[in-house]
């Protein structure tokens, strides 16, 4: 177990996603590395909305992230922070910071910032503003700016948990602005107060977010506060090497869930992207607590292995409790426009058992579930009809027979009666067993003979071969 914090009490994370679309795989593997350290230090793991971007952040996105996060199972252990409300408090931090002589006000016009920028490209120097060291006194009577006072000499540096040590010059940072001239706070004083008030102990997120921990370690000085542990991720990549993109297929969480993923398989998967123990590719939850520290984090980009996300999501559906399995994969096929009745419930539970090992997604274990559903009398395929000659529809008529004196309806004892039926014929199974899946299944997937007639029932069954031998057919 890894020391509490370095404030002396116990570890606090946070997930701070702003609500201005879906939410991103990279995201979501961020909140489960927060979630991780915080279960494995005995800690906290917090929520903030960061939805100061008035016109891009809806309502309908601020349920996206709680959904995916819901789906993840990374909810929050306290109600969730909105940054937007805390607008006040953010301004009342500005104003101290100005009482301490830390930050000043900005009085330069649009005009005039323009022409400080490009003096500043052509000089090779950071903006700074002529308001820094001017007396109140000259204030004119118009709107302005609130800026940090950064310091002028000496560097800042970043000892973060998977970067290592990272030096900034503070002659190369420039004077943050806190305020803009509307009076609404920015970007990085809002991260620094909320934390800062959340208690937030450990900073983890992504690596685009590297140089804001420099500028954002001046507010915590300026305010003499404790700064945080900085630890930050590495992008995901696909699998080609480049960033991922649309063309890399899924981004967001509620794709993954769309496309048939455990969120048991995710967060494995997710774990593993940039982080793991020994060998180990399959673990569960518990393990990944007990194991997980933010200082074993790789600092190089991990890349999306669609292989290895279908391999870990077979496993877990092998693993997965039939009852859910045939929940999800009824909410699919009502998807679908498929009209369950409460009995397909059960034969949907039956089937489930034998026909999962081969699917990677719970779409696949859809697909190969239909064959349960479909309503008699299956219309068979050409193909499937051409291998009903009369030697064969006779064939199957004594097998009829034969099942319908079996009492023990289960995969062994039918594999044995098949077999057996085959012996006193005195031919392979080959001559009739390809005829007899179809006329079960109507052509549709489905699994071994015996695992086909222990999933549709021993009644369905025969019923479905009475349909094809009867003299009507």
Do not use: C
Request: proline share 5%; net charge negative.
């Amino acid at each position: 177990m890894s020391a509490p914090s370095n404030f002396g009490r116990p570890v606090v994370t946070r997930i701070a996603p702003s609500p201005t679309g879906s939410m991103h795989i990279g995201t979501a593997r961020t909140a489960l590395f927060n979630w991780l350290y915080a279960r494995h230090t005995g800690g906290k793991f917090l929520l903030r909305i960061e939805d100061t971007d008035r016109e891009r952040s809806t309502e309908g996105a601020v349920q996206v992230i709680f959904e995916g996060l819901k789906w993840l199972g990374l909810e929050a252990d306290e109600p969730a922070v909105f940054q937007f409300a805390r607008a006040e408090r953010h301004r009342e931090v500005v104003q101290a910071l100005l009482e301490r002589g830390e930050a000043y006000r900005d009085y330069m016009t649009a005009e005039e910032l323009e022409a400080e920028r490009e003096r500043a490209r052509a000089e090779g120097r950071v903006v700074r503003s002529p308001w820094r060291d001017a007396s109140p006194d000259e204030a004119p009577g118009r709107p302005f700016a609130v800026r940090l006072k950064s310091p002028l000499d000496g560097e800042t540096l970043i000892d973060d948990q998977v970067k290592g040590q990272v030096r900034f010059q503070n002659n190369q940072l420039d004077d943050l602005i806190l305020l803009r001239s509307d009076g609404t706070p920015t970007y990085n004083l809002a991260v620094v107060v909320d934390d800062h008030d959340m208690g937030v102990t450990h900073v983890i997120r992504g690596d685009d977010h590297l140089n804001n921990a420099a500028r954002q370690t001046g507010i915590y000085r300026a305010m003499g506060w404790e700064t945080p542990v900085w630890a930050h991720l590495p992008l995901i990549h696909g699998p080609d090497g480049a960033k991922l993109s649309k063309r890399h297929g899924a981004q967001a969480v509620g794709e993954f869930a769309d496309m048939g993923y455990l969120p048991e398989a995710m967060r494995n998967y997710l774990a593993k992207l940039g982080w793991g123990h020994g060998d180990d590719e399959i673990f569960s939850d518990a393990q990944a607590i007990s194991w997980f520290d933010i200082k074993d984090v790789v600092g190089a980009p991990a890349r999306l292995d669609w292989a290895k996300l279908n391999h870990l999501n077979n496993h877990y559906i092998r693993e997965a409790d039939p009852a859910r399995l045939t929940q999800l994969v009824a909410e699919i096929h009502e998807s679908r426009d498929w009209k369950l009745r409460e009995a397909d419930l059960s034969v949907l539970q039956r089937s489930i058992p034998l026909v999962r090992d081969g699917a990677k997604t719970v779409l696949e274990l859809a697909d190969a579930t239909v064959f349960v559903l479909r309503q008699r009398p299956l219309e068979l395929p050409e193909k499937a009809q051409a291998l009903l000659t009369e030697e064969t529809r006779g064939r199957l008529a004594r097998l009829k027979d034969r099942l319908a004196r079996t009492e023990a309806w289960e995969v062994a004892a039918l594999e044995a009666e098949i077999r057996g039926f085959a012996e006193s014929e005195g031919v392979g199974i080959g001559k009739f067993g390809q005829a007899l899946r179809a006329v079960l299944s109507g052509g549709s997937p489905a699994p071994d003979l015996a695992g086909t007639l222990v999933s549709l029932g021993k009644h369905e069954s025969l019923a479905r071969l009475d349909d094809v031998l009867s003299p009507a057919s």
